[in-house]
């Protein structure tokens, strides 16, 4: 089984091919992302953090070779597992595709079925270098459900292990009060907005001590981030 609503990033530029894709796996029930080449896909890893890469081998300017070697060599994303999408069929070809990075290929043209099967046991296959988040002196443990900071221990509520769990899998990014009530409490809860001022402020209080600095950024008329700070 899949974990639920597993982030999917697709990079195909053929609109037809990349709608098919993008409608199936949204049945099947993936969160998914779509680009059409590779400097848009990777302006999109700085905002969205998926579970899986799904990449076309032959893009428009960057080729699929090329941006999982970009990715690979970027630490924040080098764990990204990234499964190849290819019309060569070739023994060399997926050598070459394994050896730029990539953890997985599939010869296109392919089954939704098929396609699947492959995301689902990538997704297994890395569920444990998933268990770990960390940021600086943070280190968040989802299996044990233990927050740390420079080794020690904090004492967070449910809601503010999810906010900083969430946070810590997009840093540095900016996100309103409402993409927060979305993201974090889910679309179906009816929360007031300024009760996640207070979470937020608990979240600061179990994270900082003493002079650390603070990496819960406010930015004003927008919202939080975690972020290091000025």
């Not at 099967?117 to 988040?133: K, N, S």
Request: glycine letters at 6%; one cysteine or more.
């Amino acid at each position: 089984m899949k974990p639920p609503a597993a982030r999917v990033l697709l990079v195909e530029d053929d609109p037809a091919l990349q709608l098919m894709l993008r409608y199936n796996l949204d049945k099947l029930g993936y969160r998914v992302e779509a680009e059409a080449d590779g400097e848009a896909a990777l302006e999109k890893l700085e905002q969205f953090r998926p579970d899986v890469l799904v990449l076309d081998w032959m893009l428009p300017g960057m080729s699929g070779i090329d941006l999982c070697r970009r990715i690979r060599s970027n630490p924040q994303l080098r764990d990204v597992p990234v499964l190849m999408l290819t019309a060569r069929s070739d023994e060399q070809d997926s050598i070459q595709g394994l050896d730029s990075g990539a953890d997985d290929y599939i010869v296109k043209p392919c089954s939704i079925e098929a396609l699947d099967a492959r995301l689902r046991a990538l997704l297994r296959r890395v569920q444990g270098t998933h268990d770990v988040l960390s940021f600086a002196d943070l280190r968040l443990d989802l299996q044990t459900h233990r927050a740390e900071r420079n080794g020690r221990a904090l004492t967070l509520g449910p809601t503010e292990f999810r906010l900083l769990e969430f946070f810590m899998r997009n840093p540095r990014r900016v996100f309103s009060r409402d993409d927060l009530l979305q993201k974090v409490w889910g679309a179906n809860v009816h929360v007031e907005l300024r009760t996640i001022d207070v979470h937020i402020r608990r979240l600061r209080r179990a994270l900082n001590e003493g002079d650390e600095p603070d990496f819960v950024r406010t930015v004003r008329s927008a919202g939080y981030a975690l972020d290091d700070p000025a």
